[in-house]
T-cell receptor, first 114, second 111 residues
Framework: GAVVSQHPSRVICKSGTSVKIECRSL??????MFWYRQFPKQSLMLMAT?????????EQGVEKDKFLINHASLTLSTLTVTSAHPEDSSFYIC??????????FGPGTRLTVT | GQQLNQSPQSMFIQEGEDVSMNCTSS?????WLWYKQDPGEGPVLLIA?????ELTSNGRLTAQFGITRKDSFLNISASIPSDVGIYFC???????????FGSGTQLTVLP
């Protein structure tokens, strides 16, 4: 149980375009999902908390107009990177919890902006 | 924000050896979680600790929640090649609902 999927696993886009990343909880409902980014050889940095049916809560320094989060259902949250630039290239990982304290992570999405 | 000091940053050990890594914080954590991350993958939960002094095992892995609630360690016994990866501690400081992550320990197991 507690499986989280992400799609796509890898994406390459051109600078200035937008990219959408999906995060799904496959066998449980998640009222809260979390989006992280991870640079090479670094730890995970929380970007935002995604709440089903309400606005996401962004961490300090994360531009909410650039990283659009939509938590449309109890099993799906999406992160859209708008007007992507090369510095947005990173590993994006989502997580969800089953109502307890454990967070289960998706396999990540490698974004490369050329 | 809250910081977790994780050490060591990296370890090179021989197959079959035991290994230990730890995390410390200047503030109290109510939960400690240990994750392993393989290259290009998301972290996988290994062990969750819920109360001070708790000692929990998962196969060859053992983790403890420090009695002061400001530290935790993870031990791996009889290491094998598939133990290679990055191990992260994580926890919820105080009443926070967002996880704080340690900086990670890169483990390499030599044959």
């Amino acid at each position: 149980g507690a499986v989280v999927s992400q799609h796509p696993s890898r994406v390459i886009c051109k600078s200035g375009t937008s990219v959408k990343i999906e995060c799904r909880s496959l066998d449980f409902q998640a009222t809260t999902m979390f989006w992280y980014r991870q640079f090479p050889k670094q730890s995970l940095m929380l970007m935002a908390t995604s709440n089903e049916g309400s606005k996401a809560t962004y961490e300090q320094g994360v531009e909410k107009d650039k990283f659009l989060i939509n938590h449309a259902s109890l099993t799906l949250s999406t992160l859209t990177v708008t007007s992507a630039h090369p510095e947005d290239s990173s590993f994006y990982i989502c997580s969800a919890n089953t109502g307890g304290i454990e967070q289960y992570f998706g396999p990540g999405t490698r974004l490369t902006v050329t | 924000g809250q910081q977790l000091n994780q050490s060591p940053q990296s370890m090179f050990i021989q197959e079959g050896e035991d290994v230990s890594m730890n995390c410390t914080s200047s503030s109290i954590f109510n939960t400690w979680l240990w994750y392993k991350q393989d290259p290009g993958e998301g972290p996988v939960l290994l062990i969750a600790l819920y109360k001070a002094g708790e000692l929990t095992s998962n196969g060859r892995l053992t983790a403890q929640f420090g009695i002061t609630r400001k530290d935790s360690f993870l031990n791996i016994s009889a290491s094998i090649p598939s133990d290679v990866g990055i191990y992260f501690c994580a926890g919820y400081p105080g009443s926070a609902r967002q996880l704080t992550f340690g900086s990670g320990t890169q483990l390499t197991v030599l044959p």
